[in-house]
């Protein structure tokens, strides 16, 4: 059996993203979604493996108080070593999800992994613009009614309503109150593909890794077909990148180009039937900006497999 130690957990995409659906009683969604890869220290997939996943919500600092916790148990990972739950749904230990107040201070979550005995800290992120909307929401439900106050002049009946609206704003990510405050919705971008048939290619030759279709996609962005990301909005870019290379021949190269460009080499001398481990490197991009993973082919005639994963963390 495997030792607890041989295990970790690494944070493919975390989606963060309030279902916000207001009600006819105005009622507040209990939920937030969560989505990661659960990997070995070697890189692979922990593919169809059960797990439980404990979520603690910190105030004020990641090492703060713990103001609410859950456990979710019997969670086992998909065939590409996918888990997905939502925050707020799990067996509380400590806390009420919908009695947390977001509006008081910055929140933290804390992520915990039980492989086989023990929990592991997977570590802690602060919550950005998306759990706030669950305090947008709030807004919309009705306090208790105070003392009446005097009449005033009648109102045009075309345009005159007692009801707020959330108003979500696809374009630029902002959820607004009609006439109120508005909070911008972070954009999720994440994409996971694999090329599992290496291809033909000429020898002492730059080419671009092309790949199957996504195992995921979020967000837009990757094109699979010509292996090409092109950055959908501004921001901060963590991308993942695995290879084998198959066939005859040696001295193959994997780089990373960013706009057609040399960024970096993330492995060198590449002999034949030899695997490249995850390599993962943040790249600050603007809207427009590709990004690919380029092969030089040195002696070999085949461009070999592997995957391309990227999200976009800030």
Do not use: C
């Not at 493996?49 to 609410?68: A, C, D, L, M, N």
């Amino acid at each position: 059996m495997k030792r607890v130690s041989s295990y970790a957990m690494a944070i493919l995409v975390v989606l963060v993203a309030a279902t916000l659906t207001a009600g006819a009683q105005g009622t507040v969604p209990a939920g937030i979604n969560y989505q990661a890869v659960a990997r070995d220290n070697s890189g692979n997939e922990l593919v169809s493996t059960p797990i439980e996943v404990r979520f603690s919500i910190r105030k004020e600092s990641p090492t703060g108080e713990i103001i609410y916790q859950e456990v979710f148990t019997n969670v086992t990972t998909s065939r590409y070593g996918v888990f997905s739950l939502m925050i707020g749904q799990g067996a509380p230990v400590l806390g009420t999800f919908g009695a947390i107040d977001w509006s008081t201070a910055n929140h933290y979550l804390t992520v915990e992994v039980k492989f086989e005995n023990l929990f592991m800290d997977m570590g802690t992120m602060q919550f950005m613009a998306v759990p706030y909307a669950l305090y947008a929401a709030k807004s919309l439900e009705r306090g208790p009614a105070g003392p009446a106050g005097p009449k005033g002049d009648p109102g045009d009946p075309a345009t005159d309503t007692d009801d707020q609206k959330l108003i979500y704003d696809q374009g630029t990510k902002l959820l607004s109150i009609e006439s109120g405050n508005t909070v911008r919705l972070d954009t999720i971008i994440a994409f996971r593909a694999r090329n599992l048939l290496s291809d033909i290619a000429p020898q002492i030759t730059n080419v671009i890794m092309t790949y199957d279709e996504p195992d995921l996609s979020i967000g837009g962005g990757f094109n699979a077909g010509t292996g090409i990301f092109t950055a959908p909005a501004d921001g901060i870019y963590t991308f993942n990148v695995s290879y084998f290379a198959d066939g005859n021949g040696g001295s193959r190269e994997v780089s990373i180009y960013v706009n057609s460009a040399p960024y970096e080499k993330l492995a060198v001398e590449i002999g034949s039937g030899t695997t490249m481990t995850v390599r993962s490197i943040t790249i600050r991009l603007s809207r427009g900006n590709t990004v690919s993973v380029n092969i030089y082919t040195g002696t070999a005639t085949q461009t070999g497999t592997g995957s391309f994963a990227g999200y976009k963390v800030g």
